[in-house]
């Protein structure tokens, strides 16, 4: 310690001050996740959910549920709407990039000032050596305040005022003592540069990122299934029609074969093929209403419309048409999924955080090096006032020095060290396993999808041909050329023929739709803005290292 003299070392104190106000104002990582994902888009339709929103739908799960009536409207587009903004478990999902989000205020508050205090008492009982005195005592009360910031550089800069209040009873001396001091600590090599000192920030806003991907994902599944179930109850009910119109034949033909059998052109034996046919329209009837009622309940929980009960009906205001998609080749397909598919770029990020754990834990091996320094000034006098005035004399303290530590093994760090090693490799194999598997997903749906396609054709011209050979088979019973049973064949063929015609265009809708939700594309097909629209984008020698090129 130097006890120095020396005119206007003060002001060295107020050069503190000004660095430590300064330091508030430092540039600390405080962006916005637009860093990561560009600015917002105009019209987002998958939004995170916010306090307001909170609030809102806690209020509405409490009060009592108005039962609403009269079926629902809703054509595809709107369906799909209802479902972003009603669905239960969506609205659970939209609370975590919010939650995250916190994480990273958590992470930017190591970097804020923090301002403090203390109080401390003390008294001391001595017997002196003068016997005119006899027993004596002091005793000192002190506040202190104090203003520190630590900066991303490594930094620590602290001002420190306090005042000293001496009572020592027969003694004539000064009273009050006020100090005034400057501090900084400057880390060497452990802790040194904002490389390290950000890293917990930078890992806190990736994970907002995942929690935006995890979103996106939870989005496209939620979109692929609420336009499956449109799909599904609308092909239910169009099955409904058709067994319908089955049984209106299979009734026309026993009334027919009941009349011939009255005036003597059949005999009575083919009374039994026919009510049989009648019959099993009827057990094909109910089937069909029943799947319709599964299928309606299970549109209904996607699109949670208000209320809670499950008796609602749906009018749909879209039929089943053939999509007009060309299938040729699945590698433009694959490059999308390779850019978009949300639980890849996922596993992208891990590969970043993983970096970013490396700085960390390789910072730990490091020894710790820290530089201070301390600048006071001290004024002393028989009243607050004077004691502060007196600051401005010329003496001052000046202390310096280092502090160096490390553990002689230092194994703790060694093992964080080679964990983080270990776990960015295995992400970046999950990196490489992860697009292999989204290749491979949506390789298998474009060869479902040009199935389906194809399917479409083949069951329309078998429904066509079934309708001819049914009029045929119909008119050969005109004539008596012809059974009662070969008749309900041919209309059980036609039935089964009509059926797999609708079938065979929803499969190829939900076909597309799975397709698109495999390579990522589907909201973005849809018209709908999400985060986690980007491509998470990691080190191009990497992704050589741990996904070769494949041998000529």
């Known amino acids: 310690m130097w006890i120095v003299q020396r005119s206007h070392v003060f002001s060295w104190l107020l050069l503190g001050s000004a660095c430590l106000l300064l330091a508030s104002c430092s540039p600390v990582e405080t ?24 609030l ?74 003068n016997l005119t005195l006899g027993k004596t005592f002091s005793q000192s ?12 550089t490594g930094t620590t800069l602290a001002l420190m005022g306090q005042t000293t209040i001496n009572e020592f009873p027969g003694i004539p001396q000064d009273k009050f003592a006020t100090t005034a001091g400057f501090s900084a600590t400057q880390s060497l090599l452990r802790g040194f540069g904002p490389d390290v000192n950000y890293v917990s920030l930078r890992q806190a806003r990736l994970d907002v990122l995942n ?36 049984l209106g034949l299979a009734q026309k033909q026993l009334d027919d074969t009941l009349e011939r059998i009255r005036v003597g052109t059949v005999a009575q034996t083919e009374q039994a093929a026919a009510e049989a046919e009648v019959a099993s329209r009827h057990e094909a009837l109910i089937d069909a209403r029943s799947a319709a009622d599964k299928a ?13 009960t499950f008796d609602r009906e749906i009018t749909l205001l879209d039929t089943p048409a053939v999509p007009a998609v060309e299938l040729n080749d699945p590698d433009p397909y ?52 004077a004691s502060v005035t007196n600051l401005k004399s010329p003496n001052y303290t000046f202390l310096a020095g280092a502090t160096f530590s490390l553990p002689p093994l230092n194994r703790l760090a060694r093992a964080e060290y080679t964990n983080s090693v270990l776990a960015r490799d295995q992400a970046m194999m999950a990196v490489s396993n992860m697009a292999q598997l989204v290749e491979s997903d949506v390789r298998t749906a474009f060869i479902e999808a040009r199935r389906t396609q194809e399917q479409v054709t083949a069951t329309a011209a078998t429904s066509r041909l079934q309708q001819e050979t049914v009029r045929a088979e119909m008119e050969r019973f005109q004539v008596g050329k012809s059974t009662s049973l070969l008749v309900s064949l041919a209309q059980r063929d036609l039935l089964s023929a009509q059926i797999a015609e609708v079938q065979a265009v ?47």
Do not use: C, H
Request: hydrophobic share 40%.
């Open 296 to 308: 309606r309940i299970t549109l209904l929980r996607l699109l949670s419309p208000g209320g809670t």
């Open 31 to 54: 962006g916005s996740n637009e860093d990561f994902i560009g600015p917002a888009p105009q019209r987002a339709l998958v939004q995170e959910t916010t306090r307001a929103e909170a």
């Open 334 to 385: 694959v490059q999308v999924g390779l850019k978009l598919r949300p639980d890849l770029n996922e596993a992208k990020l891990q590969v970043n955080r993983g970096d970013l754990q490396i700085v960390k834990t390789k910072n730990g091996l490091l020894p710790q090096l820290d530089l201070f320094a301390n600048l006071s000034r001290t004024g002393y006098a028989d009243s607050f006032g």
């Open 56 to 129: 809102r739908q806690v209020n509405a799960a409490t009060e009592p549920a108005t039962q609403p009536s009269g079926p629902i409207q809703v054509t595809l587009s709107q369906a799909v709407l209802m479902a972003l903004e009603n669905n239960r478990a969506f609205v659970v999902q939209r609370y975590n990039p919010p939650l995250e989000r916190t994480l990273v205020e958590q992470q930017l508050a190591a970097f804020d000032p923090n301002f403090g205090g203390s109080f401390t008492f003390e008294r001391l009982s001595t017997t002196a050596q």
């Open 506 to 552: 929803v499969a190829y809708t939900n076909s597309l739709v799975e397709l698109y939700r495999l390579n990522g594309s589907l909201l973005l097909r849809r018209n709908i803005a999400s985060p986690g629209d980007k491509a998470v984008e990691i080190n191009a020698a990497d992704l050589r290292k741990y996904n070769p090129p494949p041998a000529p």
């Open 211 to 246: 929690s935006q991907y995890q979103l996106r994902g939870f989005a496209e599944s939620l979109v692929a299934s609420t336009e499956e179930a449109y799909w599904n109850y609308a092909l239910a009910q169009r099955q409904i029609e058709i067994v319908i119109q089955s």
């Open 141 to 152: 009360y002190t506040p202190q305040l104090a203003l520190s910031e630590f900066l991303p």
